[in-house]
């Protein structure tokens, strides 16, 4: 249900990495879409395991939007 929140075009991004096997812990980057409509960057490491014979998800979403904004200005400063 959350993969409904990835933006369209990350979605493949995050079936890629996101669903790795039990045991790895990939670290990516995708955009989120908001209720209210904004766009939100977010920093993903996710795992799936194994608990009482179901396989499981576990992911960890860090809201990094002001620090891709930052990233982006300074690039654009330094090229100008």
Same mark, same amino acid.
């Given at each position: 249900?959350?993969?409904?929140?990835?933006?369209? @075009?990350?979605?493949?991004?995050?079936?890629a990495?996101?669903?790795? /096997?039990?045991?790895?812990?990939?670290?990516?980057?995708?955009?989120?879409?908001?209720?209210? /409509?904004?766009?939100r %960057?977010?920093? %993903?490491?996710?795992?799936?395991? %194994? @608990?009482?014979?179901?396989?499981?998800?576990?992911?960890?979403?860090?809201? %990094?939007? @002001?620090? @891709?904004?930052?990233?982006?200005?300074?690039?654009?400063?330094?090229?100008?």
């Open positions: 249900r959350w993969l409904a929140m990835v933006h369209p @075009e990350d979605q493949g991004l995050v079936r990495h996101g669903f790795t /096997g039990p045991g790895q812990v990939p670290t990516y980057r995708c955009r989120l879409r908001c209720a209210d /409509g904004a766009e %960057v977010a920093q %993903v490491r996710s795992s799936m395991f %194994v @608990e009482h014979d179901e396989l499981r998800f576990l992911g960890l979403f860090t809201d %990094v939007t @002001e620090l @891709e904004e930052a990233r982006s200005a300074a690039i654009a400063s330094a090229s100008s």
